[in-house]
């Protein structure tokens, strides 16, 4: 399709724009086989006898396939009804997954889905699945997505909103030309993206490798002599290294009265980028029942599971949630005792002991009684700095793949966008 033997005309929708004048628009229940349908409203299971796979939101991956490692189950008269057949397009329809799409591969099980999730069954003799799930992956589902809940103020896209969404129809022959074309490119594409993320991963692992190597080992540990710390998740250690407990080199700061932090800026958990001493944002939004008093050069080590690695040292006066541990009053080298709270063993140590069934915490008392290592406080500076240069360099390097990857992305949905709009030639 040459787009200069193309006239356009004007789509009539503002975020689809101009469309090739012999292509109409036309919505999703106008080329289904079967009317959009919601699945089924049940809670999973362990698979048994009379089970069937119940596909929900949270097996889909980013790209929008089957996550292999995952698998629930319900029972099979309570999921007969809402069966998926290869080829099936599922789209969320709540909470901030609201839009998401997942091309429905075919297992080598029976399959049904969950109740937040709509079925779109393509209607092969007036649209390929494919190019349809190509629009539902570009600009054209942002803009409808943004479009509705501006109207409606609620972000839930019901199955019948999904019926009315407004479609891009080309003639059958364009449709499959498009989608051949965008397989090849994004396949490409996401090639360049699984590399670029690979990239990141390792680099994170090796990050993560070499902090509990020097703080556990010290630096050129070919050239020391060792002794066994009888610490089980601690190991050899350098033999002239000492062995003390976190209470005896460091207080936990616990101040929850009136202070003058500075903006009154608040740290929460959510605003600290993992294994980094950065702060992705600070956010002056809190509520009084968390807060709690937050001193420049404090180290703030996450309780909740999740957040553990989260470790920073508080750059201003603040205040943060109370669901960070804030140690103060150092009897050791400040960027060496950060560096030991993220020794991965130390974080899976903590990670053991927490406790509570929605929320899981650490407990202080559990933490404070851990054992600490204390090289002679000149080794405790040269690992720190150490340390500091290199996990600057990986950070940027990571940043840099991080950076990639956005573009890589956005590059992906305006090729989409561009090519099912006809505005591409191909």
Not at 12 to 35: E, F, L, Q, R, T
Not at 171 to 188: G, R, T, V, W
């Amino acid at each position: 399709m040459s787009k200069q033997n193309i006239e356009f005309k004007d789509s009539g929708i503002s975020y689809i724009d101009k469309i090739p004048i012999h292509w109409n628009i036309a919505k999703v229940k106008n080329i289904v086989k079967i009317p959009v349908q919601t699945g089924a409203g049940e809670e999973a299971q362990d698979k048994h006898e009379k089970s069937i796979r119940y596909i929900r939101i949270s097996d889909f991956d980013l790209n929008g396939k089957i996550k292999p490692e995952v698998a629930a189950y319900i029972h099979y008269e309570k999921g007969k009804n809402f069966l998926i057949e290869k080829g099936d397009i599922l789209c969320a329809t709540a909470g901030a997954t609201v839009g998401k799409t997942l091309f429905f591969e075919g297992l080598d099980e029976p399959s049904c889905y969950a109740g937040y999730l709509a079925k779109i069954r393509v209607n092969p003799n007036k649209m390929l699945n494919t190019f349809l799930l190509y629009q539902m992956r570009c600009q054209i589902m942002d803009g409808f997505r943004n479009f509705f809940v501006k109207k409606s103020t609620i972000e839930n896209i019901s199955a019948k909103t999904y019926s009315n969404m407004p479609i891009i129809v080309p003639p059958l022959n364009e449709q499959k030309k498009i989608a051949e074309f965008l397989d090849k490119k994004c396949e490409i594409i996401d090639k360049r993206l699984s590399n670029l993320e690979r990239k990141i991963k390792s680099l994170k692992e090796y990050k993560k490798s070499l902090i509990s190597e020097c703080v556990t080992k010290g630096l050129n540990p070919k050239n020391r002599e060792f002794k066994d710390s009888q610490i089980s998740w601690i190991g050899q250690i350098p033999k002239h290294w000492e062995i003390s407990k976190i209470k005896y080199v460091a207080k936990i700061r616990n101040e929850n009265s009136s202070f003058n932090a500075e903006n009154d800026k608040y740290i929460g958990l959510e605003n600290v980028a993992g294994y980094l001493n950065s702060l992705i944002e600070t956010n002056t939004e809190y509520e009084n029942s968390i807060q709690a008093v937050c001193k420049k050069g404090d180290i703030l080590f996450g309780k909740l599971r999740p957040y553990l690695s989260k470790v920073i040292i508080a750059p201003f006066n603040c205040f943060c949630s109370s669901e960070f541990l804030q140690f103060i009053n150092l009897k050791c080298y400040f960027k060496f005792f950060y560096y030991f709270l993220l020794n991965k063993n130390f974080i899976e140590n903590v990670n053991s002991s927490t406790y509570g069934a929605k929320m899981p915490r650490a407990n202080s008392n559990y933490i404070m009684n851990l054992n600490f290592l204390l090289p002679p406080l000149n080794e405790q500076k040269e690992i720190a700095e150490f340390l500091d240069k290199k996990c600057e360099k990986i950070d940027r390097l990571n940043e840099n793949y991080t950076k990639q990857i956005t573009a890589l992305k956005e590059y992906k949905k305006s090729l989409i966008y561009e090519c099912v709009t006809g505005k591409k030639e191909i």
